[in-house]
C-alpha cells in the first residue's frame, strides 16, 4: 500500500466516481439518472428489505442498489451531512491533535490478509498524516465477539485520558456493538466521542449463513481455519439469526456520533475474485457490497455516506484515504464534539432479510 499525498479538499460535492472503463462509465451515469427519476420509493424509509428484494427481481440488482444510493443521498439527515462534508473548506485546523487517539478496530483475518484492505492502514496513515494520535487496538483476527469486546474495552479503560475517534471495518463494527452492550461498557465509552463504521456487519452477514450453509463449502471453511489454527466459531456468530449475538439492538450513548461509510458496488466494481463470488451469491436478497446487505442502512442509527463503486473495505484505496481525512478534518473542527451525529438503536435484524437462506 503506497503513500499516498492527501488532497486539499474533500471529494467534489456534484462529482459521482465511475469506472475508469469509458463504456462502464456512460452505462453508470445513465443507471443512476434512471434510478434518480424512478417515480416510486421516494422516500428512504420506503425501501425496506422486501422492496429493495422485490425491486432487485423486477429490475435487477444493479438498479436496485442505484436506487438505494440515490435515496440515501437526497434524504435527510444524511443529505445535510453529505453537503457538509463535501463542502468543508481544506486545512480545518493547523496544529497537531495529539489530545485526540484514532482508535482502529480491524476486520477479520487482517492478519492473515493484511493487503485486503482490514488492516485499516489507510485509516491509521490518514490519522498520523493529520496529526492525531493513532493506534490499532489489537483484537483477534479470528476472535469470538466476546473476545474482542474484552479487548475494546480493556483498550478504552487504558485511554481513558484521551479524546477517541473509534473507527471500526467490517466485523471490527460487530465487535464494537458486542462490546456497547456489555453491562457498564458505556462507563469505558465515556471518552469516545465519535464513530465511525465502515461498511460494518452490525446486524451479521448472509455471506457467513451461506459459508455454512452446505456441507462442502462448510468443509472447506472448517479445513482453511483448521489448518491455520483458527475456530470456526467467530464465523457461527456472523450468521443473521434471530437468535444470534447480534439480534440486539444497538444501544449508543447520547454522546457518541455515528457516521457510517458505505461502499454502493456493481458487481465488475469488485476486484476480489471471493467478494465477486460472495455478492453473486447473495444478491437475490437486494443490493449488497460483497460481504453485507444494504437494506440494513434504512434502520442504521446516525448518518450515512455512501460512495459509489467502492467495495466492502471501501477500496479502490485512493478514494479511502481521500474519504477518511476528509472526515477526520472534520470532526477535529471546533465545535464538531459538541454535535455527535448519534441515534438510539439499530432494530433487530429486518425479519424478511433474516428468514431468507442466502
Known amino acids: 500500500m ?3 499525498p ?26 443512476l439518472d434512471r434510478a434518480a427519476a424512478f417515480p416510486k420509493f421516494q422516500s428512504l424509509s420506503d425501501l425496506s428489505a422486501e422492496n429493495l428484494r422485490e425491486i432487485s427481481i423486477t429490475h435487477g440488482v444493479e438498479f436496485a442498489t442505484a436506487l438505494l444510493y440515490n435515496r440515501v443521498k437526497r434524504s435527510p439527515p444524511h443529505s445535510d451531512f453529505i453537503n457538509k462534508i463535501e463542502q468543508e473548506p481544506p486545512s480545518l485546523f493547523k496544529t497537531a491533535r495529539r489530545d485526540v487517539c484514532v482508535a482502529v478496530v480491524p476486520a477479520a483475518f487482517y492478519k492473515q490478509a493484511p493487503n485486503a484492505g482490514g488492516d485499516g492502514k489507510v485509516v491509521l496513515e490518514a490519522a498520523n498524516h493529520l496529526g492525531f494520535g493513532a493506534e490499532l487496538i489489537p483484537v483477534s483476527s479470528t476472535g469470538t465477539l466476546e473476545e474482542n469486546a474484552n479487548s475494546i474495552l480493556d483498550w478504552l479503560a487504558k485511554h481513558n485520558n484521551q479524546k477517541v475517534i473509534l473507527v471500526s471495518l467490517c466485523k471490527g463494527g460487530a465487535d464494537v456493538k458486542f462490546a456497547l452492550g456489555r453491562p457498564n461498557a458505556w462507563e469505558n465509552f465515556r471518552n469516545v466521542s465519535s464513530w465511525i463504521n465502515i461498511c460494518g ?45 447480534l439480534s440486539r439492538p444497538l444501544k449508543l450513548p447520547a454522546s457518541i456520533g455515528l457516521i457510517n461509510i458505505v461502499g454502493f458496488p456493481l458487481k465488475r466494481h469488485l476486484t476480489n475474485r471471493f467478494m465477486r463470488l460472495c455478492y453473486q451469491r447473495i444478491s437475490s436478497l ?39 481525512s476528509t472526515l477526520l478534518q472534520h470532526l477535529a473542527a471546533a465545535g464538531s464534539w459538541e454535535e455527535p451525529y448519534s441515534g438510539h438503536e439499530i432494530p433487530a435484524i429486518d425479519r424478511n432479510v433474516q428468514t431468507t437462506s442466502a
Open 2 to 4: 503506497a503513500y499516498w
Open 6 to 31: 492527501y488532497p486539499a479538499q474533500g471529494p467534489s460535492p456534484k462529482s459521482v466516481q465511475l469506472t475508469a472503463n469509458p463504456t462502464s462509465a456512460v452505462q453508470e451515469s445513465a443507471l
Open 201 to 245: 456487519i452490525l446486524n451479521g452477514s448472509p455471506v457467513a449463513e451461506w459459508l455454512l450453509g452446505s456441507r462442502p463449502r462448510f468443509f472447506i471453511a472448517w479445513l482453511y481455519c483448521k489448518c491455520r489454527g483458527h475456530n470456526l466459531g467467530f464465523i457461527r456468530e456472523l450468521q443473521c439469526s434471530p437468535s444470534g449475538p
Open 286 to 324: 437486494g443490493p449488497n457490497d460483497g460481504g453485507m446487505l444494504l437494506a440494513g442502512l434504512c434502520s442504521l442509527p446516525g448518518v450515512i455516506y455512501p460512495v459509489w463503486g467502492a467495495d466492502h473495505y471501501l477500496r479502490p484505496e485512493s478514494r479511502a484515504r481521500q474519504i477518511i
